[in-house]
Structures are given as structure tokens and as C-alpha cells.
Nanobody, 115 residues
């Protein structure tokens, strides 16, 4: 079973930036599409960015042009650079493989954007 550990969250003012990082254990990481998800209070978890093993990326409309996802297959990591943050980006952010059978979710990392 792959273990996922997210880090890099924090409190930032609107317009600021944060870089999130996710480290995955095991040797299955490289074959999957990896995604960053977020869950705001009272809302369902949503996929905000994804990256294929070859580096092709896709974004939700709400973050397009502001967030950048990247991965390092040699290090089993996937990062999310978040710029021009908005209060509505406030959520707990998680990484996982994309699909109907995600790995066990990590604890996530809290991102809070103040107005």
C-alpha cells in the first residue's frame, strides 16, 4: 500500500503563494496519474490538478492559470505551486492517484487564505 504525506500548507494573504509537496512511498507511483485534491468545510472533495507520468497536466477551471502541478518520478513526489491565492482556495489539500480506487488518503495539508 502506498503512503502519502502532504506538506507545505499554511496561512497566507489573498494574492500570495504557497507550494505544496506530496511524498509517496513504494514503487507504484510512476505508473499513475497523480492529482491534487481539496476539501473545503461542508463541501465534497474536488480534484483541482492532475499530472500524467509523462508530465501532461490538467486543471480545474477554478485554478487554471494560477496553480501549477509537477512531479518528480525519481523522487516519488508531486508538487503544487499555488499563486494568486484567493479566500475560496481555503481548504485541506490532498494528493492521490486519480481514479475510482484511490490509495488511502493522507492527512492532507491545510491552506488558509485570508482576505
Amino acid at each position: 500500500q502506498v503512503q502519502l504525506v502532504e506538506s507545505g500548507g499554511g496561512l497566507v494573504q489573498a494574492g500570495g503563494s504557497l507550494r505544496l509537496s506530496c511524498a509517496a512511498s513504494g514503487n507504484l507511483f510512476t505508473i499513475y496519474i497523480m492529482g491534487w485534491y481539496r476539501q473545503a468545510p461542508g463541501k465534497q472533495r474536488e480534484l483541482v490538478a492532475e499530472v500524467t507520468s509523462s508530465g501532461i497536466t490538467k486543471y480545474a477551471d477554478s485554478v487554471k492559470g494560477r496553480f501549477t502541478i509537477s512531479r518528480d518520478n525519481a523522487k516519488n513526489t508531486v508538487d503544487l505551486q499555488m499563486n494568486s491565492l484567493k479566500p475560496e482556495d481555503t481548504a485541506v489539500y490532498y494528493c492521490n492517484r486519480k481514479g475510482i480506487s484511490p490509495w488511502i488518503w493522507g492527512q492532507g495539508t491545510q491552506v488558509t487564505v485570508s482576505s
